[in-house]
């Protein structure tokens, strides 16, 4: 079987159930409180708890897929994750179910980068940005399928069944991959940087905790602090003892190439804001305007749509021809444009499908600079670095998504999602424009950034415009039989 189908079939499959486990956990926080007779707020550390996990095995999954191999170490991934979720399903227990998602998210942690890696090994530099095109699938689905898939399962069945949903994908995604993916090594991994380890899954974990709870406990509580602060320190110690080893588990040398840095920067902005608008949108939707999380849900859905009309239209015809830096600013400047448009938007009243049009143009807007960014990253990384690479893309990813989040409940928090009047407490739609504005500001910084940053001659090996397929009018005439 072509490997390029078999790694993308496992690859999008198992990053499908990644991030649609993120958004469809957060529809169930408020039942599973309820079912363990404590408070919503508690329960955040089930979230919590997954993010932090991510993080801290994040840096060593470009190591141990070049050890033991890419395939052993993908499907490994899928299988705690599976059998991590079967287990939270059952959890009888709010301290089980945190432990189970602790275990959950080491699979999660380690999957992304490594089949990424695969993935970017696979595909040839001028077929990247229709990789990039696959890749859009799992990225505009999950998060909109999430929250209707979620509100369905925790309103007809039990909120258990929104790890139980994880099991069939990641059983089909095993099996296939174990029967079609051809195994490939690294030849020379290094041996394992233990210290590297050590204070990269301690920092980024670290830091992760501090901004995901800074906004419920507070950013002066002195927890936030304590983290945000060893998180940073940890950080710094990381990159001078790093860059000190010869074959370091974070190859941070890497973002000494100019495409590589500058993509990097951009996927903590875009995720930053884009991540922060999926957040914020249901919250309005659910505590402003009364919808219940499936009528939530179907009305974010117009972004899946958007994103994937545009996807077709980026990778068939406009990255090879205009290339990455102007789509990606132009297309953060569309989020930044929309977002803002969302802000004034935001009212009491404001028709719900105005609102809808908006989410489409959102998701339209999206592959201009996620697939833009997937096709170059890797663009100038050689094949033996691509696994680190990987690793770092990751790892900037999931801080950008953690940001996002952080900074638009700070702002929600600090002007204050309600209000009393009279002797009512109703919603403060001005905090809710606030936020949408903040996460267009960070939008409207990544387009600068992509401007003055990128350099189309860089990622020049991925600007191939597709062939299309050979027509009978095109091929060769038979030799006349005489």
């Known amino acids: 079987m072509d490997q390029r189908f078999a790694v993308s079939a496992v690859y999008v499959a198992a990053l499908f159930l990644s991030i ?25 550390v089930v979230v919590i708890g997954f993010l932090v996990s991510l993080a801290v095995f994040i840096p060593a999954s470009g190591w141990i897929g070049d050890r033991f191999g890419g395939k052993r170490t993908l499907l490994a991934a899928i299988t705690v994750f599976t059998l991590a979720s079967a287990l939270c399903g059952v959890a009888t227990s709010l301290g089980e179910l945190v432990v189970f998602r602790i275990i959950q998210g080491v699979g999660g942690g380690m999957l992304t980068p490594v089949g990424m890696a695969m993935l970017y090994r696979t595909f040839p530099p001028a077929e990247r940005v229709r990789l990039a095109g696959l ?21 007809d069945l039990s909120w258990r069944w929104v790890f139980f949903v994880n099991l069939p994908i990641g059983v089909a995604a095993v099996i296939f991959g174990a029967l079609f993916v051809t195994e490939r090594r690294e030849s020379r991994p290094g041996s394992f940087d233990l210290s590297g380890f050590l204070l990269a899954g301690a920092g ?3 830091l992760m905790y501090g901004v995901s709870e800074g906004p419920s406990q507070g950013w002066g ?51 930053t804001g884009f991540f ?18 499936l009528n939530s849900g179907l009305s974010t859905f117009p972004e899946a749509i958007g994103v994937l009309i545009a996807a077709q239209l980026v990778s068939r015809y406009l990255y090879p021809a205009i290339g990455p830096r102007r789509l990606m600013g132009a297309g953060l400047l569309g989020i930044a444009a929309v977002t803002a448009a969302m802000a004034g938007a935001s ?28 096709a170059a990253a890797f ?56 936020a949408f504005l903040a996460a267009a ?23 191939v415009r597709r062939r299309p397929p050979p027509t009978a009018a095109r091929r060769p005439e038979a030799a006349p039989q005489y």
Do not use: K
């Open 20 to 44: 649609l486990d993120v958004t469809i956990v957060n529809v169930a926080i408020p039942t599973i409180g309820r079912d363990f007779h404590t408070p919503a707020a508690s329960v955040d």
């Open 135 to 155: 890749l859009m699938i799992p990225t505009a689905l999950a998060p909109a399928l999430g929250p209707v898939i979620g509100g369905l399962l925790v309103t």
């Open 204 to 206: 980024l974990g670290a």
């Open 221 to 271: 509580s002195t927890a936030v602090l304590a983290t945000v602060g060893a998180g940073v320190v940890l950080l710094g110690v990381m990159v001078r003892v790093e860059m000190s080893v010869e074959q370091p588990m974070v190859n941070l040398r890497l973002l000494s190439d100019r495409l590589f840095r500058a993509t990097n920067v951009l996927v903590v902005l875009t995720m």
């Open 276 to 293: 922060g608008v999926l957040y914020l949108v249901p919250l309005y939707y659910q505590d402003a305007r009364g919808l219940s999380a």
């Open 347 to 374: 009212g009491a009243h404001t028709s719900l499908w105005v609102l809808r049009l908006l989410m489409f143009a959102l998701g339209f807007c999206i592959p201009f600079v996620m697939m833009s960014m997937q």
């Open 379 to 434: 663009a100038t990384i050689s094949p033996e670095s691509t696994g680190r690479a990987s690793t770092l893309f990751n790892a900037n990813r999931q801080l950008g998504g953690a940001v996002g989040v952080a900074l638009l409940s700070t702002v929600l928090a600090a002007i204050g999602p309600s209000r009393q009047v009279g002797a009512h407490l109703v919603a403060h739609v001005a905090a809710y424009r606030w």
């Open 441 to 463: 500001a960070v939008a409207l910084a990544g387009s600068v950034t992509a401007l003055l940053t990128v350099r189309d001659a860089e990622a020049a090996s991925t600007m």
